[in-house]
């Protein structure tokens, strides 16, 4: 299944994504959560519900008139681990990591997957990280690496827009990484069934058209399993919380001379199978 959350002045309603469609499914059923965070939570008791809703489909919406927001309005914990792939740590100037490095991207960066993107007042060093996201659907801690997937809810797109030089301004990543709007996913979870291996899907971001960013989740050093595994060791991990896994090559600090993001840039990051993010780089107002 992919699930949605869409919606705009009036409130946000979750809806099943069918193809071009979208079958309203809190519209159809105000019994349900309308909060993709308490849906997760309750998946257990109400997915034959909703696969019920999505079956006999009695009312669709076209996805084109739809404002579709981040999946997850304000995700518990936004975790991100730097460096994951080979070829990006090397594009860096970094030694390819023997240990997972994560850092925190605020809730406040969250954003939708064709909403604005801010250019921020204070820099002009502005990048793109296409990444798998992974959505934590059941609460575990001390996980072991066998079981991690089983506490993966679904996987979308998502984009670690990175403020560079203010990322590497001291030793703590986190300011550089959680400038608003910053953190752009979605555009639908789709849900973990649909998804057989994690680590077999192809990854691109595109900049304006330009191809710049083209692997496979294989590349990762550190698999979605081992991440969970090594996270829940520290922490409980609770439905809604979100994982960006890391970015392959091709960014733009490891260009000469970088092509960094301005205003007016379209970015796109596209995983096969979970659809793709469209947003547009613009001052911040
Ligand atoms: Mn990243």
């Known amino acids: 299944m992919k699930l949605a959350t869409y919606g705009g002045a009036f409130g946000t309603d979750l809806g099943a994504v069918l193809g071009d469609r979208l079958v309203p499914l809190t519209r159809l059923d105000p019994a349900l959560p309308r909060d993709m965070t308490a849906l997760i939570a309750r998946w257990d008791a109400l997915k034959s519900r909703v696969a019920d809703l999505v079956a006999t489909a009695r009312e669709t919406l076209p996805l084109a008139a739809l404002s579709l927001r981040q999946p997850i309005l304000r995700p518990g914990k936004i975790l991100a681990l730097g460096k994951n792939y080979a070829a990006h740590a090397r594009e860096t100037g970094a030694e390819v990591p023997d240990r997972q490095i994560w850092f925190c991207k605020q809730p406040t960066a969250a954003n939708g997957p064709y909403d604005p993107v801010d250019i921020p007042r204070v820099s002009d060093q502005v990048d793109y990280e296409a990444e798998l996201v992974v959505v934590i659907g059941r609460r575990g801690r001390h996980i072991a690496p066998e079981a991690a997937l089983g506490h993966v809810f679904g996987y979308c797109c998502g984009n670690?827009?990175?403020?560079?030089?203010?990322?590497?301004?001291?030793?703590?990543?986190?300011?550089?990484?959680?400038?608003?709007?910053?953190?752009?996913?979605?555009?639908?979870?789709?849900?973990?069934?649909?998804?057989?291996?994690?680590?077999?899907?192809?990854?691109?971001?595109?900049?304006?058209?330009?191809?710049?960013?083209?692997?496979?989740?294989?590349?990762?050093?550190?698999?979605?399993?081992?991440?969970?595994?090594?996270?829940?060791q520290a922490m409980t991990l609770e439905p809604g919380d979100i994982v960006f896994t890391g970015t392959p090559e091709g960014v733009a600090m490891g260009m000469t001379p970088p092509k960094w993001l301005k205003a007016g840039d379209r970015v796109e990051v596209e995983i096969a199978g979970l659809g793709a993010l469209d947003n547009t780089m613009r001052p911040e107002p």
């Open 160 to 232: 670690d827009v990175s403020v560079r030089d203010w990322q590497k301004m001291t030793p703590q990543w986190m300011l550089g990484k959680s400038f608003d709007t910053h953190a752009p996913f979605g555009p639908w979870i789709t849900t973990a069934d649909e998804v057989p291996d994690p680590q077999a899907l192809a990854i691109a971001c595109r900049v304006n058209g330009e191809t710049r960013q083209s692997s496979t989740t294989s590349n990762m050093i550190f698999p979605v399993a081992d991440q969970i595994a090594l996270l829940s």
